[in-house]
């Protein structure tokens, strides 16, 4: 499965921003889609998630502000941030699993990964 995700860029605090994932090749294996993000110097962490079956999974850092969603017939994840703050600035990465263990626990869990996008929350 090949990702190549995009729409980051810079935005100023409490703005909107939506990013975009891309999939390639044996996409219908895949069991989990999501997004991860690191920020300079911190650990990855996962942003949201969202299951073949529609279950979702989202970051107590973002609950509220993100929506996860996913257009099979463009074979395109979505993730939509909304009041973006200066902590979210972070190279956001499209991730997939076709491992059906339930949503992973880990990064390691997620086979496939993008290539990032920068996302930078800024006056």
């Known amino acids: 499965v090949q990702l190549q995700a995009s729409g980051g860029g810079l935005v100023q605090p409490g703005g909107s921003l939506r990013l975009s994932c891309e999939a390639s090749g044996g996409v219908h294996s895949v069991y989990v889609w999501g997004w991860y993000r690191q920020a300079p110097g911190m650990q990855r962490e996962l942003v949201a998630s969202?299951?073949?079956?529609?279950?979702?999974n989202y970051a107590e850092s973002v609950l509220g502000r993100a929506t996860i969603s996913r257009d099979n017939s463009k074979a395109t994840l979505y993730l939509q941030m909304n009041n973006l703050k200066s902590e979210d600035t972070a190279v956001y990465y499209c991730v997939a699993t076709n491992l059906k263990l339930g949503f992973p626990k880990t990064a390691g869990e997620y086979l496939y990964w993008g290539q990032g996008t920068q996302v930078t929350v800024s006056k």
């Open positions: 969202i299951s073949v079956s529609g279950r979702l």
